[in-house]
Nanobody, 118 residues
Framework: QVQLVESGGGLVQPGGSLRLSCAAS????????MGWYRQAPGKQRELVAR???????NYADSVKGRFTISRDNAKNTVYLQMNSLKPEDTALYYC????????????WGRGTQVTVSS
């Protein structure tokens, strides 16, 4: 059993910044990857950024150069630094962790709302 708690969302003006945090707790065994996804009303959930246990990262084209994903292994926490925010970034942001060796299990947080508006 793994629980994920996201925080850091809120209302920000265009061009502003936010940092999201996701803390994992419970029966954590062999983390394969951690990532951030987002979903806006009427749209499909999409991958924003991901980091693997080996340290490799990947980003959606729409956020490259603006967002940065990082992790603190000692705290079982992953972060998403978001700069130069645009109204198009408005969405519910979810944290996901994938754990296991051969059998991979996925766990999702409940989400944190990010709203970019004047």
């Amino acid at each position: 059993q793994v629980q994920l708690v996201e925080s850091g969302g809120g209302l920000v003006q265009p061009g502003g910044s936010l940092r999201l945090s996701c803390a994992a707790s419970g029966s954590i065994f062999s983390i394969y990857a951690m990532g951030w996804y987002r979903q806006a009303p009427g749209k499909q959930r999409e991958l924003v950024a991901r980091v693997t246990s080996g340290g490799s990262t990947n980003y959606a084209d729409s956020v490259k150069g603006r967002f940065t994903i990082s992790r603190d292994n000692a705290k079982n926490t992953v972060y998403l630094q978001m700069n130069s925010l645009k109204p198009e970034d408005t969405a519910l942001y979810y944290c996901k962790i994938s754990v296991g060796v051969e059998l991979i299990r996925h766990y999702w947080g409940r989400g944190t709302q990010v709203t970019v508006s004047s």
